[in-house]
C-alpha cells in the first residue's frame, strides 16, 4: 500500500469520524493511479462505519425536498445565513466585478430556488456557497428542477427570466417561462460559472 493511499484513508476517516461527510470520490481521484486501491479501502470503511447523525441543515434539506420546496434555501435559512451574504461571498471569492452583483443576485437565487441544475455550475461556485454557509462542498443539498423546467428555463434570455421571487409551484412556472420567447444573447462569465448557457 502506498503512503499517499495511507495518507488519504486516514484523512478520510479521521473527517468522518468528526462528523464532517468528505467526498469519497474527491478522495480517489487525488490517489491517481492508486485510485482503485484507495476505492476498495473507502469502501470496505464505509459499509462498516457507524453512520454518522445528520446535520440538523441536511434534515431541514430533506424535509424541504419531501415538502416540494428549495433545498439549498432550507439549508441556508437553517444556518442563519443572508442571502446577501452569501452574495458577497461569491463576488468576492470569485473576484467578480461589482458591477455583475445584480446578475449574481439573479443566479444564485435561481440555483437557491431550484431553477438551475447544480450539476452544471462551477465548483468554484460551490466552495463559495459552501463556505458562506460553513459547510463542505458535499453537504450542500440541491433541488433537482424538473425537466421540462430546466430546459424552458435555459432558453430563455436573462432579462426575459423570472424576477427573484419564490418559484410557484412548477406547472405554473413552466407555463410562465414558455410563454416567454427566447432571445438571443451570448453567456459571460457569471452565466459560465452558473452553468447557464444560451
Known amino acids: 500500500m502506498s503512503d499517499l493511499v495511507n495518507r488519504l484513508y486516514d484523512e478520510y476517516r479521521t473527517r468522518y469520524a468528526a462528523g464532517e461527510r468528505p467526498d469519497a470520490a474527491d478522495y480517489v481521484a487525488q490517489a491517481g493511479d492508486a485510485g482503485d486501491a484507495l476505492a476498495e479501502l473507502l469502501d470496505d470503511f464505509l459499509r462498516t462505519a457507524p453512520a454518522p447523525d445528520p446535520l440538523s441543515e441536511t434534515v ?8 416540494g420546496e428549495p433545498a439549498l434555501l432550507a439549508q441556508r435559512t437553517a444556518r442563519g445565513v443572508r442571502r446577501e451574504a452569501v452574495v458577497d461571498a461569491l463576488m468576492t471569492r470569485l473576484r467578480l466585478k461589482k458591477a455583475g452583483r445584480p446578475k449574481v443576485e439573479e443566479r444564485y437565487h435561481e440555483l437557491e430556488t431550484g431553477l438551475l441544475d447544480a450539476g452544471r455550475v462551477d465548483t468554484r461556485v460551490l466552495d463559495a456557497i459552501a463556505a458562506a454557509l460553513g459547510l463542505a462542498r458535499s453537504q450542500l443539498v440541491f433541488s433537482r428542477p424538473p425537466e421540462a423546467l430546466l430546459r424552458a428555463y435555459l432558453r430563455m434570455p436573462p432579462g426575459a427570466r423570472p424576477a427573484a421571487e419564490a418559484p410557484a409551484a412548477p406547472h405554473l412556472l413552466l407555463a410562465r417561462l414558455e410563454a416567454r420567447p427566447p432571445g438571443p444573447g451570448e453567456p459571460d ?10
Do not use: C, H, T
Not at 431541514?60 to 419531501?66: D, E, N, P
Not at 462569465?189 to 444560451?198: K, T
Open 60 to 67: 431541514a434539506a430533506v424535509r424541504a425536498i419531501a415538502a
Open 189 to 198: 462569465e457569471i452565466d459560465r460559472l452558473f452553468g447557464v448557457e444560451s
